[in-house]
C-alpha cells in the first residue's frame, strides 16, 4: 500500500481559497509564509502543487475568471435586451458572491501573457450579445465600442458599490438606472425605451 498523498487537490484548494483572499488585500506580491500558515502546510506544498511562487499567482487569476466567465454564460437566453441585463445582473451577483475574486480580476496588477489574454475574456460573453443585438438591429454603432463601453460603465458601478459607496437602500435603484441610461445610449431609435428608467 502507497504512502498517501501529502500534497493532494484539498489542499491544493485550499491554498488557492486563501491566497485569494490575501491577493485582493495585498496584490501579487503577497508573502507565502501567512499564506501557509493560514491553512497549516509548509512553503514546500506550494512548490509541489503549484511548481512556482508564479505560477500559484497565475492559478489564483485564471480561476477567478473562469468563475467569472462561467457565471455570465449562465444568465439566461433570450431577447437581446434580456440577455444584456441578464449579462450585467449577472457580473454582479457574482461580484457580490466572489468580492475577493472580482479584485483578484480586476485589481490592476499586470500578469503573465495567459493571465492578460484571460482577462481579456471576461468581456467575451458581453461582446457576443452586443454583437447579436448589432446585427438584429436592437442595438446601433461599432459592437467592440458598445461592449467596452458598457463592461467599463457595470465594472464601475460594481466596483463602487463594493466599496460600500452606494447605501444598500439605493444600490439596486441606481444599478438600474444605470442599465436603462446605458441601453438608451446604444439602442436604435425603436427599441430605446424597451427599459424602464
Known amino acids: 500500500m502507497g504512502r498517501p498523498r501529502l500534497h493532494d487537490e484539498q489542499l491544493r484548494q485550499r491554498l488557492l481559497d486563501a491566497a485569494t483572499d ?22 514546500s506544498a506550494v512548490y509541489s502543487l503549484f511548481g512556482s511562487r508564479g505560477e500559484l499567482v497565475e492559478a489564483i487569476t485564471l480561476r477567478a475568471v473562469r468563475s467569472f466567465v462561467d457565471a455570465q454564460l449562465d444568465a439566461p437566453a433570450g431577447a437581446p435586451m434580456e440577455r444584456v441585463l ?23 496588477s499586470r500578469g503573465s501573457a495567459a493571465v492578460e489574454e484571460a482577462r481579456e475574456s471576461t468581456m467575451q460573453p458581453l461582446l457576443e450579445v452586443v454583437q447579436d443585438a448589432v446585427a438584429q438591429g436592437v442595438l446601433e454603432g461599432d459592437p467592440q465600442v458598445a461592449a467596452r463601453t458598457i463592461f467599463a460603465a457595470l465594472h464601475g458601478s460594481i466596483s463602487l458599490e463594493l466599496l460600500g459607496l452606494h ?6 435603484a441606481l444599478f438600474d438606472a444605470q442599465l436603462a441610461a446605458l441601453w438608451r445610449s446604444w439602442a436604435t431609435p425603436e427599441h430605446r425605451d424597451a427599459v424602464a428608467a
Open 167 to 172: 447605501s444598500a437602500d439605493e444600490a439596486d
Open 86 to 108: 441578464g449579462l450585467a445582473h449577472a457580473c454582479r451577483a457574482w461580484a457580490h458572491e466572489h468580492r475577493t475574486m472580482f479584485q483578484v480580476v480586476f485589481g490592476g
Open 22 to 43: 490575501l491577493m485582493a488585500a495585498e496584490g501579487p506580491d503577497f508573502s507565502l509564509r501567512p499564506l501557509v500558515a493560514s491553512v497549516g502546510t509548509s512553503t
